[in-house]
């Protein structure tokens, strides 16, 4: 039991890694934080440090699933994919600002929409709008995404609402427990960043992943980097995009994707928890959508959002060194879980993959061959049995990258 001095210590820490070691906040910069309800303590934590940061203007925009729930339940159908334009236009102001942005996740009831038509709930994809994954996609804004324990999520994973036993999993993912956590970090992401120069200096034209119910070949574009999790600023400092991170990634050729690929993890959508998801595809396309369950919100998702069917990124986890991969607890929660092991997924692409991301326009990412989608959605396919190899342009042998979900390039 964590007594109440504890806990804000614990939330005051956690806060400022947030804002020192996620969006870097500047005095006088604007600040957004996307919350759910639930979510209260570490967003009022974040809001407190903040302030004491210098921050010009703190901003908490919650969200409830609970009144989506009742939008998909009784609201019109023509109006269920309608999205109130000052939604957008909040984001698009923070930009023009050069605002940061905090995303805090932890779903406390991820099957909240299971027991609901699921061609409804497809069509409300709130709170997850294009306009957020713009401005952070194209670098608009210094973001970050991060974790807070709530004790519904805590019963979801460890079958009781142990939420103290979540937050030690957490702070250990966080490097908290180490002496020096910025130090820690620093360290964490050289190695993230050496595993990224030798995938890129490598120039694989082609990934094919193998393993349980996986046989899949995905297309690289010539001019992509891979890359990490962390943003280098105009500063000099480092904006850390998801807390914590263990991948290193770039964005495949939308029309280069062939054969099928199994998920090995949970993937929450929509407020319904996807169980067993494999997919079949075809000239860069799914083709074919199988579950266990959440099977229809997906194949509608794919069928109904232009570009959802085509992937948007690739990424390698080394399940063997990762924090979160070498517990093998299944989180059920993407932030988390997508660090633990492989993933891919479908939607919209990278443009942070090109070194020159910054300067170039859409025109000229979906002449390279980069996936436009208003959905991003990740879904996890790596572990033990998982191998990766590359294949260079021009034929020869494969290079192995992951073997057994374990790093062996370099």
């Not at 779903?107 to 994954?133: N, Q, T």
């Not at 608009?140 to 805590?154: D, G, K, N």
């Not at 993959?353 to 002449?367: P, V």
Request: aromatic share 6%; charged share 25%; proline share 6%.
């Amino acid at each position: 039991m964590t007594n109440d001095t504890d806990a804000g210590a614990r939330l005051d820490r956690y806060a400022r890694v947030i804002l020192e070691t996620g969006v870097v906040l500047r005095p006088g910069q604007d600040l957004a934080i996307n919350a759910l309800v639930e979510h209260a303590p570490l967003a009022r934590a974040i809001a407190e440090a903040a302030y004491r940061h210098g921050a010009g203007y703190v901003d908490i925009w919650y969200f409830d699933p609970h009144a989506k729930a009742s939008r998909v339940r009784h609201a019109a159908p023509e109006s269920l994919g309608r999205t109130p334009p000052w939604l957008d236009r909040r984001y698009e102001d923070l930009a023009e600002r050069g605002g940061a942005l905090v995303n805090i996740t932890g779903d406390p009831d991820p099957e909240l929409l299971a027991g609901l038509d699921p061609a409804r709930a497809g069509m409300d994809r709130m709170p997850a709008l294009a306009s957020r994954f713009r401005v952070q996609s194209r670098g608009l804004v210094a973001w970050t995404i991060a974790a807070y324990p709530t004790a519904a999520w805590a019963r979801g994973v460890y079958g009781e609402p142990d939420v103290e036993r979540l937050w030690r999993d957490l702070e250990h993912f966080l490097r908290l427990d180490e002496p020096d956590p910025v130090a820690a970090w620093r360290e964490h992401l050289d190695l993230l960043r050496h595993r990224a120069a030798l995938l890129t200096e490598a120039g694989f034209d082609e990934l094919h992943y193998t393993g349980p119910g996986t046989d899949l070949r995905v297309g690289l574009i010539p001019e992509a980097r891979w890359t990490i999790s962390a943003h280098d600023m105009p500063d000099g400092s480092v904006n850390v995009l998801n807390l914590p991170t263990e991948e290193v990634f770039t964005t495949p050729h939308r029309e280069r994707a062939e054969g099928v690929v199994s998920a090995t993890r949970p993937l929450a959508l929509g407020g319904v928890v996807v169980e067993d998801l494999w997919l079949r595809l075809a000239g860069g396309r799914v083709v074919e959508v199988d579950a266990r369950t959440g099977r229809d919100t997906v194949a509608r998702q794919l069928a109904d959002v232009p570009g959802a069917g085509r992937l948007g990124e690739v990424a390698l986890v080394d399940g063997t060194t990762s924090r979160i991969g070498r517990l093998g607890t299944v989180y059920r929660d993407t932030l988390l879980d997508e660090n633990a092991t492989c993933h891919i997924a479908w939607g919209g692409g990278i443009p942070t993959a090109f070194a020159d991301w910054r300067e170039i326009d859409d025109a000229t990412l979906a002449g390279r061959g980069v996936n436009f989608s208003k959905v991003h959605v990740d879904f996890m396919m790596g572990g033990p049995g998982l191998t990766v190899r590359g294949r260079r342009a021009g034929g020869g042998g494969e290079t192995t990258i992951l073997e057994d979900g374990a790093w062996a390039l370099g």
